[in-house]
Structures are given as structure tokens and as C-alpha cells.
């Protein structure tokens, strides 16, 4: 075994950039021994999971011996959870689970492009993010086909590659089948399976180049068949039919598309309680965690996963991130 013996320090250790107490959200697991006398601290600044052993020394001062041979060094940094410099494109990123989104990938160093039809939300983001990277945003309606081609080709020039796209935006009317009107299903299908087909095809070249990934977006409604949903559920299962099959087609090209199906505390669940409310209720109360995911911390992290090499043998899946709410077989 090989082990590090440092001196004991208390508190969290400096983050690298701004010198500030951090916690990266290691793991420690605190490995008992008769020698032991301290427990537990948090092991900050640092990635992955380490054994940390805690023991008095002859001299009466605490000790650590860190483990870091758990998994060997090389196998270790094969492992790339990184999506530093990724060019990435977030639809419906000024709010909700998209500026989640944003959020996150902007901390961990992606440069983005930003797209919505709220301006307020698309400065805001900009304002929040661009002291962690580069934040470009664009006001443009995804409904509109040329729009999605001028998505693709703003983030070329800007980055000058695409590594990651994520169609997260998507509106729809909730209402039952038999008061469903032809513009109601255009308005699903027209914000969320059309943009999601056409900025796919757009950015194949660039993916190709990058061997990028897809992060598209389901919906436990379309899963189960929510009543009052079949719009929106319809959309949500063509675009995971969809995915299923570019998925097929694009693998031996390295290139991934998955998708997500969150359950998250947003504007647009807000909107849904408000228009619903016992059916909200009801997926609060039914819900395995009884709570609405975090769109940063619960959501986003699942969206990095997807974006970085972590993920690399995983495509055409959908990542239940909803609290347990539904189990894929
Ligand atoms: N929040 C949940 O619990 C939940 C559950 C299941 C699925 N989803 C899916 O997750 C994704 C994000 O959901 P959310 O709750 O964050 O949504 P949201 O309604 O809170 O946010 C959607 C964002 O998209 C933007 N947008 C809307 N129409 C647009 C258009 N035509 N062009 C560009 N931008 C547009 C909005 O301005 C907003 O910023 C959606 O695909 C949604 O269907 C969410």
C-alpha cells in the first residue's frame, strides 16, 4: 500500500483559484484502525475518493495517512470527469434546468452559448456566469428552423468547435386529448422534437469533428402517459425515439446522444402546479425523496456526467434523474 502521511490540518483546505475555503464535494471514506483517534473532517480541493486513515503520532499531534493507491494512478486519470473548454449549446438556458445547467458548466470552465426567448434570463445568465468562463448568449426563437441553423454556426465562430449539445427547451399546453387543437400539438412539437431534429442535423459536422455528445430531454409524463399531457408526452417519446436510433447511427462515429428525464423545482413546474395542482401535489407526495430536484446540484451533475468521457460507452439512454419517481427496465 502506498501512503501519504501529511500533518493535520483543520478546516477546509484553499481553493486553487480564488484562495477561498472550498469544498469540491470529495468524498472521504474515514477507514477505522486501533491506532485511530480522529474520525472525520472534510477533505477539500481534492477529486475522487481517498481512504484517509487518522492516528496519533509519538508526538501526540495528529496525523493522516491519505491512501491514494485505491486505484492505481494511471487507471485514475483515465478517468476524465473534465468538460473544461467543451464548446457547449444549452436551448432554454436562461432559465429553469438549462441555466442550472449553465451554472454548472460554467464553474467547471465550458464555454457557452446560451439560447432563449427571454432577454431578461439571457442577461441575467450572462451578468451570473462569465467571471467563470465564456458566455455568449442568443435571443432567438429555436421554433424557427433558420434560427437553429444561425445556433450552430454563432457557436462555430465563437469557439470555433462544437464538443456538446443539449436540447433542454420545450413548451407545451396542458390540457386532455379530446380539447388538444392542432396548435397546441404545434407548439410542443415546434419547440422541442423539430429544434431538437434540426439542430442535431446541424451540428453532426462539428460533432463528428469533436466526437461530441447530445444531451436531449424526456419526460416521466411521456413515460407514463400523465392525462392532460399528450402533446407534450407525445413529443417527449418522439424525441427519445429519435435519439434511440441517431444514437445507433452516429455510435460508430463516436458521437453520443442520451437523454435526461429530470423532475425539477423550475418556472415551468411552477406554471404546471399552478394550471394543476393536485396533480403537483401528488408528484410530491408520491415521489420516493418527497422533493423536487435541485436543477444545479441534482440535475446539471448528471448532465456533466453525460457531457465528459466518464460516460464514454453510454449511448442512447435515458438517465431517470427525478428522485427515484420511475425505475426503466
Ligand atoms: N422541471 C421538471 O420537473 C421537468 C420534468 C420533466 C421534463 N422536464 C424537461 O426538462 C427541460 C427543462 O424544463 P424546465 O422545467 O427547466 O423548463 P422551464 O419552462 O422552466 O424553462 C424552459 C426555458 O426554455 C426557454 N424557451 C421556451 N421556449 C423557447 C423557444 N421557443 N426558444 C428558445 N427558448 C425557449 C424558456 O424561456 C425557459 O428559459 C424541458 O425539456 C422539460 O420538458 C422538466
Redesign the pocket.
Known amino acids: 500500500m502506498k501512503s501519504v502521511v501529511v500533518s493535520w490540518q483543520s478546516g477546509n483546505a484553499p481553493d486553487s483559484k480564488s484562495g477561498e475555503p472550498a469544498n469540491t464535494g470529495a468524498q472521504v471514506q474515514i477507514l477505522y484502525s486501533p491506532y485511530m483517534t480522529v474520525t472525520s473532517t472534510p477533505v477539500t480541493s481534492l477529486t475522487g475518493v481517498l481512504f484517509v486513515y487518522a492516528f496519533k503520532s509519538p508526538q501526540n499531534t495528529v496525523q493522516l495517512a491519505i491512501r491514494t493507491d485505491y486505484r492505481k494512478e494511471d487507471d485514475y486519470m483515465a478517468i476524465n470527469w473534465d468538460v473544461k473548454d467543451k464548446s457547449v449549446i444549452i436551448?432554454?438556458?436562461?432559465?429553469?434546468?438549462?441555466?442550472?445547467m449553465a451554472t454548472a458548466f460554467a464553474k467547471q470552465g465550458a464555454n457557452l452559448l446560451l439560447?432563449?426567448?427571454?432577454d431578461d434570463?439571457l442577461n441575467h445568465a450572462k451578468d451570473e456566469l462569465s467571471s467563470y468562463t465564456d458566455v455568449e448568449v442568443l435571443n432567438?426563437?429555436?421554433?424557427e428552423k433558420d434560427?437553429d441553423k444561425e445556433i450552430i454556426d454563432t457557436a462555430i465562430s465563437k469557439f470555433g468547435k462544437l464538443d456538446v449539445l443539449i436540447?433542454?427547451?420545450?413548451?407545451?399546453h396542458q390540457k386532455l386529448f379530446n380539447d388538444l387543437d392542432e396548435d397546441d400539438f404545434n407548439l410542443s412539437f415546434?419547440?422541442?422534437f423539430n429544434?431538437t431534429r434540426h439542430l442535431m442535423k446541424f451540428a453532426y459536422p462539428y460533432l463528428k469533428k469533436t466526437k461530441g455528445t447530445v444531451i436531449n430531454?424526456?419526460?416521466?409524463?411521456g413515460l407514463v402517459g400523465q392525462p392532460t399531457q399528450a402533446a407534450?408526452a407525445a413529443a417527449?417519446e418522439a424525441i427519445r425515439g429519435l435519439s434511440r436510433t441517431v444514437a445507433n447511427e452516429w455510435a460508430p462515429e463516436g458521437i453520443r446522444v442520451n437523454l435526461?428525464?429530470?423532475?425539477?423545482?423550475?418556472?415551468?413546474?411552477k406554471?404546471w402546479a399552478k394550471a394543476d395542482p393536485k396533480q403537483y401535489a401528488q408528484l410530491v407526495a408520491s415521489n420516493p425523496m418527497k422533493r423536487?430536484?435541485n436543477?444545479e446540484t441534482d440535475?446539471a451533475s448528471v448532465a456533466l456526467f453525460l457531457a465528459s468521457d466518464a460516460s464514454s460507452y453510454m449511448t442512447g439512454q435515458t438517465l431517470m434523474v427525478?428522485g427515484g419517481d420511475i425505475k426503466l427496465r
Open positions: 436551448t432554454g438556458g436562461a432559465g429553469g434546468i438549462g441555466y442550472g439560447v432563449d426567448v427571454n434570463g432567438l426563437d429555436i421554433a434560427n436540447n433542454n427547451a420545450h413548451v407545451s415546434n419547440t422541442s429544434p430531454f424526456a419526460s416521466g409524463a407534450y417527449k435526461i428525464s429530470p423532475i425539477a423545482e423550475t418556472e415551468g413546474v406554471q423536487l430536484g436543477p440535475i427525478d
